[in-house]
Structure formats: C-alpha cells, structure tokens
C-alpha cells in the first residue's frame, strides 16, 4: 500500500508539471478567456461544435469572439486541472485512512487539497472577473505552491537522511531561506509581468529600447473598474517599468542565490548538498538564459513557455535543497 501511494504522488507531481505547463502555454497564447464561463464553455461541458451549438453562443454572447482553438486551449487546461484536484483529493483520502498504520504525512496532503480548492476558486475568477491581474498572478502562484507542495510530499516519503547530518551545511538552513524567498518574488514579478501583458513593452537588452523614465510606482498601480484586462489595461511606461523591475531583480535573484550556493557548497561534507547546490546553479544559468533568449528572440510562445516550466524546475531544486538542509540525520 505504501509503495502504491509512493507511486500516486509521482503520478501527482508529473500531472502537477502538466498543469502548469497548460496553464502557461494557455496565458501565453492569450486563450484566458477561450471559454467566458465557468466550469463549462459558453454552457457546454466541451467546446461546441455543432451548428445549434454555435448558434446558441451566437446569441448568447453577442460580444464575445467564438475562437475553437483557443476554447479548446483552456478547456484541455481545466480538464488537466480536475484530474489533478482529484489525484490530491484521493491523495488526502488514503494518507487520512492510513495515518496510523502509514508513514504517509497527513497534514500535507490536507493543505495540498485546501489550495487545490483554492485554486479552483482562482481560475473562476480569472475567467469570471476577466483576467484581473491580481487574480491571474494569484492562479500562477497557486499552481507553482501545488507543485512545490507535491515535490514537498515527494521528498517527505522517499529521500534518505543524509548520514551524520553535514551540520556544517546544515547551519546555513536560513541562508537557503532567503534564497528561497527571493525567488518566490522573482517569479511573483514574472506572473505580474505576464498577467500585465508586460513582455513587448521592453524589448532591448539589457535595458529597453522606449525613451520612456522608469516609474516604481506604475509598476504596483492596480488596475480596477475594467469591463475586461485581456491584452493589459496599464499604459505604456507602467508596463515598461513592470518588465524591467522583473529583470532587476532577476539580477539580485541570479547573484544572491550564485553567492548562496557557493557559500552552501564550500561548507557542506556530503555529496548529497553539494550535489543539491550544483543543481540550482545548472537550473539557474538555464533560467537566465532563456530569459535572454525569450527577448533577443522577440518573445516566441515555445522559448517563454519553456521560461515559464524552467522557473518551476529551478523552484523545486532549491525547495529539494532546503529540505535537505532541514531533515534531520
């Protein structure tokens, strides 16, 4: 039975990567709004395609554009996201029948299951509120803490203990903290970036090409009271700003996890941290350079997708790192 639930939260985790990646490439190919309903699309459970069907959109939702392929973008993302709600839900299910006869950690699959209601919550609102910005950047955090989650659970069920604890790494815990935190706002900048449809509006490296003055204040400025944010409401130079603080601090995020990582590896003892350590570096340098291919390139879908997925990857090696850090001997 505990082998089975092992191999349940892989399949967990995979799916969980799936999903995100969905989401992404729905973002990025601007099909948000593919289906303006919730659950359903324009009423039906799958994207209509019959003459009465698409009649019945016709009148139904005068204003809006019937497009099949980006309809069918979002409701392949969402049939994803409740096969991936259910295997948590089933997750939490057999942790709680198991407790006492189970290695199996019960609280994470409980909060695993709240956020995954929670995102569910998010996504009717991205749809239903138009893709307000906060909402969009909230959905992509959800999805990110999910995947982090299930990595979490991973770990929890099948790493080994590092033999004699490596205290002399063990003791920089704080400092993969920190790491971890500036990151989570990095890829925070980058969903506001994406939920703003800030990635032209900077198109130079490595400042933009536009004339116009960086304004930190724009780049915080709510947008609100908008019939619809499909395509971004912001004006040029809020946008502009949007982009660039995502690369300043993609310098701070590059420079203080490099410094963190080194300084982790130079006192660990087991090849196990410093193994962990080099593979955030390799993780990092393959983010920042996506990052600049994605603007000398001109912002292609695959190469922003593939930025979006490496943001993820680069997350859980530094989530896999702490945890290590963490565990006891």
Known sequence: MYKNYKNLVVATFFLSIVVVGL???????????????????????????????????????PD???????????????????????????????????????????KLPFFLLVLVIFQAALGMWTVTMNLQPLIVMG????????????????????????????????????LSLVALVV????????????????????????????????????VFQL??????YEYGVLSQQARMSIHLLHRIWALVTCVVLALIMWRIY?????????HCTVTVLIALVCQISLGLAVV???????????????????LMTLIRLCFYLKARS
Not at 93 to 105: D, E, G, L, M, T
Not at 157 to 164: D, F, N, P, R, S
Not at 188 to 212: I, K, R, T, V
Not at 223 to 228: Q, Y
């Open 64 to 106: 809006m554009m019937f497009e099949t392929a980006k309809a069918w973008k979002e409701m392949i993302h969402r049939y994803f996201a409740g096969s991936l709600g259910v295997l948590i839900l089933v997750l939490f299910i057999v942790a709680f029948i198991q407790r006492k006869h189970s290695q199996s950690p019960v």
């Open 23 to 61: 989401g992404a490439y729905t973002r990025l190919s601007d099909a948000g709004l593919g289906c303006p309903d919730w659950p359903g699309c324009y009423g039906f459970l799958t994207v209509p395609k019959h003459e009465a069907d698409l009649a019945y959109v016709e009148q139904t939702y």
């Open 139 to 174: 959905h992509l955090l959800g999805g990110f803490s999910i995947l982090s989650l299930v990595a979490l659970l991973y770990l929890r069920l099948t790493a080994k203990h590092i033999e004699g604890g490596d205290a002399p790494a063990r003791r920089h815990f704080n």
């Open 223 to 228: 947008p609100l009271e908008h019939s619809t």
């Open 183 to 218: 990151l989570v706002i990095q890829i925070a900048l980058g969903g506001w970036l994406a939920a703003n449809y800030a990635a032209p509006h900077c198109n130079g490296l490595p400042l933009c090409s536009y004339g116009q003055p960086f304004s930190l204040s724009s």
């Open 296 to 314: 000398h390139w001109h912002f292609p879908l695959g190469v922003a997708l593939a930025h979006n997925l490496m943001a993820a990857i680069l």
């Open 266 to 274: 130079s006192h660990a003892l087991s090849a196990k941290i410093k």
